[in-house]
């Protein structure tokens, strides 16, 4: 997964005041700014890139950079190609592996560190920090089965941020929901406004089999529900809007077209 911004309450409530008291930004990313706290569907790309809406120098001021980088995930995923230490690679749409069926992984599979899930998982969060992004699911890679990694803060030298969970569950959705900007390793260059539950309770299993139950919020939950999407043969484009489907298809029509006969679309 890989989501080009996000905010925080507090940070939601910095750029509303700044939208306010400057004249740097153009009518449509004002309109931007109301749909950040807001449940509605959100408007077209272009505002949706409220960042580039700024005048080039209010954007060179050092207290706007210093802002900017708390609040804004400026990070474009790429495509490493090979990867060091894995023959694994992003699989990218309509690769039948992104919508065929996801297998449990059996308990007697889940022995800990140095079991053939646990080197799965290692080399998934390889790809996943190549390509710089903050998760992955299985499936992405050709392994069809229920088991995804991620480190909500994309960064691999905070390790002990690291996520891996296996046979993961939803069990409750809040029924607050928010709008953000998500992208996908699968889907390269481009992104689209989806709709997820604001916090959700989850169940999974470790590497050594035992039950965790946890309740994640705002971007960890955005994270995870991205990831277990891809679990249950979804991608995010399958949440789009209408306009926001019709704004990507050209994109996918072009993936289509490389691909060739046997896409699963």
């Not at 509605?40 to 950079?65: A, G």
């Not at 480190?151 to 928010?178: C, H, L, R, Y």
Request: with cysteine; charged share 25%.
């Amino acid at each position: 997964m890989h989501l080009r911004s996000y905010t925080t309450p507090m940070a939601t409530t910095a750029l509303c005041t700044l939208i306010r008291h400057t004249s740097a930004f153009t009518p449509v990313a004002r309109q931007a700014s109301a749909s950040l706290t807001s449940s509605s569907p959100p408007p077209s790309s272009t505002s949706r890139r409220i960042i580039h809406s700024l005048s080039s120098s209010t954007k060179s001021s050092p207290s706007f950079q210093s802002w900017q980088s708390s609040l804004f995930s400026t990070t474009e995923e790429i495509d490493p190609g090979i990867v060091e230490g894995t023959n694994l690679q992003v699989l990218k749409y309509p690769h039948p592996s992104l919508r065929a069926p996801n297998e449990e992984i059996p308990m007697e599979d889940l022995t800990g560190p140095g079991s053939e899930i646990s080197l799965i998982a290692k080399e998934m969060f390889l790809v996943m920090y190549a390509t710089q992004g903050v998760g992955l699911a299985a499936p992405q890679v050709g392994i069809n089965k229920r088991l995804m990694v991620y480190n909500e803060s994309g960064d691999p030298k905070k390790w002990m941020q690291e996520s891996i969970m296996v046979n993961p569950k939803i069990v409750e959705f809040s029924e607050a929901k928010e709008w953000d900007e998500e992208g996908c390793l699968s889907f390269p260059d481009m992104g689209g406004d989806v709709e997820r539950s604001k916090w959700i309770k989850v169940e999974a299993q470790n590497l050594k089999g035992k039950t965790v139950k946890k309740k994640f919020r705002g971007w960890e939950a955005r994270i995870f529900q991205h990831e277990y999407d891809h679990l249950d043969g979804m991608v995010y484009i399958d949440r789009l809007t209408e306009d926001g489907r019709k704004e990507v298809q050209p994109k996918l029509d072009e993936f289509i077209a490389v691909f060739g006969e046997g896409g699963a679309i």
